[in-house]
Antibody, heavy 116, light 108 residues
């Protein structure tokens, strides 16, 4: 059974960084791209980018370029997302999701709260 | 900028009714790249429909996707209490992914 399990909630100050993990299980880790999606309160889902878990290649949405970094550890079947220079609009739930043109499995979400 | 616009924003219906949700794209897209998701408050989105009309694994046949070009529809027949949630359409194109703003399906 496919599972994506994310790390727990975070509270950060403006300007700080946060690193979230997404552990995959139940399938061949390197066969599927992992995406990250942000959902701010009351807002639509916003795609942030993806990482190719096989070769580590990444693509970032222009909205997040330069502020987010995706990495992966194939031995741990885990993907990481680091967001730097946090601001109030980053108060949101961040999801990892598996997929290509759509997203068939999702993590449970990680709440990040940015507050001074 | 590519935009998906969903209507209505909120739909109030009763169990047993049929819901019709619309997703309009700002430009024509391939049906292969249009998907629908259900999100229950406090939970992650769940893939319902991919390729505009194919049901994802485990999705009951009460959920039907249709459409092409710029206009797509999700129809939910014989509404069950667990169907009352927010629904999003999503498209892939030019290496980018876009979601609609969602339709909230609420109990009347």
């Amino acid at each position: 059974q496919v599972h994506l399990v994310q790390s727990g909630s975070e509270v950060k100050k403006p300007g700080a960084s946060v690193k979230i993990s997404c552990k995959a299980s139940g399938y061949t880790f390197t066969s599927y791209t992992i995406h990250w999606v942000r959902q701010a309160p009351g807002q639509r889902l916003q795609w942030m980018g993806w990482i190719n878990t096989g070769d580590g290649h990444t693509k970032y949405s222009q909205n997040f370029q330069g502020r987010v970094t995706f990495t992966r550890d194939t031995s741990a079947t885990t993907v990481y997302m680091e967001v730097s220079s946090l601001r109030s609009e980053d108060t949101a739930v961040f999801y990892c999701a598996r997929g290509s043109v759509n997203f068939d499995y999702w993590g449970q979400g990680t709440q990040v709260t940015v507050s001074s | 900028e590519f935009v998906l616009t969903q209507s209505p924003s909120t739909l109030s219906l009763s169990p047993g009714d049929t819901a019709t949700l619309s997703c309009r794209a700002s430009q024509s897209i391939s049906s292969s790249f249009l998907a629908w998701y259900q999100q229950i408050p406090g939970q992650a989105p769940r893939l319902l429909i991919y390729g505009a009309s194919s049901r994802a694994t485990g999705i009951p046949d009460r959920f039907t996707g249709s459409g092409s070009g710029t206009d797509f529809t999700l129809t939910i027949s014989r509404l069950e209490p667990e169907d009352f949630a927010v629904y999003y359409c999503q498209q892939y194109g030019s290496s980018l992914y876009t979601f609609g703003q969602g339709t909230k399906l609420e109990i009347k």
